[in-house]
Structures are given as C-alpha cells and as structure tokens.
C-alpha cells in the first residue's frame, strides 16, 4: 500500500521508507516510534534538553542510570533494552554530514551528575568528542540567563529534504509529534530565540570542559 500511495502521489518513496523504518522501530515507546523514524529520515534536527542529555548523545551508562532513576523496579533485561535503543539511535552519528544537529542545553543538564561523577565525566567528554569533530553543534543556556524563552520544556525540530517539518515534544510518560505548519512555525522562532540567548559554540565547549573538570576533581 505505500508504495502504490507513492507512486500515486509522487512522493519519491517516502512513504515506503517510513513503512519499512515502522518494522525496524518496535524497541521504542509507543509514543516515540514515529518520532523515531522521523528522526532516521531528518536531514537536520534542533533539539533543546532542559534537564538531561538529548538521547542521541547518551553514552550507554548515562542511558542506564537515568532509566534506574526513572524506573527503580525495572527488571535488569528493561533497562538494558532502553540502552540498546538509545544506542541503535545514535548510529545517526555515524554518518559524518547527515543530519545536520543542533543542540542547546540548559546547564542543569551538566550540573546534574546522573549517575557519579566517572559516568557524568566521560558523558561530557563523549559531547566534547562531538563537537571538536565537527558532528554536532551545541549552545548551553547558563543558569545565570534566568527565564529564557525555552522554559516551556523539552521539543525537537526535525526538517526533512521531502517532507514538511515536524516537531517532537515529551514529558515523563508521553510524547507528541506536531506537523501543523503555523505551530511548527511557532516552535521554529521559540528556539531561535532561546538560542540567541545562549552562550555562543565556543563559550559552550568551554563550559562544558569546566564541567568536566569539576567531575574529575
């Protein structure tokens, strides 16, 4: 059905792509499997994280004390599948150029030491790796900004070479994929506007390097 759905309407195989990424995206909450095939097939995405590391960056033992914070019952087996899926995700970065990723983070996220200071340690040092070659770019928002025009919570813009763009927001236990143009729209200018007020890439990096520091004290 979606490849006669593509052919019909001339969609260059979209929506093929997006049936076969459905088959491959079950590990994921039900509420995140779209967002999840979105994210494989975006050509850019902007993200802000107002308290923890965006997923994509997450190395496995961060993935594992955040999920044993939020899921103190979880058999071993859970916990070990939401690293897997995290880690599954951030494949994305294996490809040099695409997509093209945008992170801004409040600096709580590298204030809070999720899981101790060796995993918080090698988590920034993962996020400095990163950026030094040149895969992501990333903004923080100190502390010091007071209120900022991000304060709303977590959403990530993703824009695609044949599609319309989307946005992706979620809280603890839900999530939601937006794709009305005006409200998209809407999102498009709250994180121009917060990333306006964060510090610049290279006050960034040097920021996160002090925390780093901090943690290996």
């Not at 990424?21 to 095939?37: D, G, K, N, P, T």
């Not at 937006?178 to 506007?193: E, F, G, I, Q």
Request: hydrophobic share 45%; net charge negative.
């Amino acid at each position: 059905m979606a490849k006669l759905l593509d052919a019909a309407l001339h969609t260059d195989g979209i929506l093929t792509r997006m049936c076969e990424a459905m088959e491959q995206a079950s590990q994921h909450a039900e509420y995140f499997r779209l967002a999840a095939e979105l994210e494989a097939m975006a050509s850019a995405i902007c993200e802000y994280a107002p308290m923890i590391v965006p997923g994509l960056l997450q190395i496995p033992d961060y993935t594992r004390a955040y999920t044993r914070a939020a899921r103190p019952l979880a058999t071993e087996e859970d916990i070990e599948k939401n690293v897997t899926s995290r880690q599954d995700r951030s494949r994305l970065l294996d490809n040099p150029t695409s997509p093209e990723l945008w992170f801004t983070l409040h600096e709580i996220v590298l204030r809070t030491p999720v899981g101790g200071s060796k995993v918080m340690y090698e988590q920034l040092a993962h996020i400095v790796e990163l950026i030094e070659r040149h895969r992501v770019l990333v903004q923080v928002l100190p502390l010091a900004t007071g209120a900022h025009p991000l304060m709303n919570g977590m959403f990530a813009l993703m824009s695609f070479t044949d599609a319309p763009p989307a946005v992706y927001t979620e809280n603890a236990h839900s999530g939601q994929l937006l794709d009305a143009p005006a409200l998209v729209a809407r999102y498009a200018k709250t994180y121009d506007l917060g990333r306006a007020v964060a510090l610049s890439p290279d006050a960034s990096l040097s920021l996160i390097r002090a925390a780093m520091e901090d943690y290996a004290a």
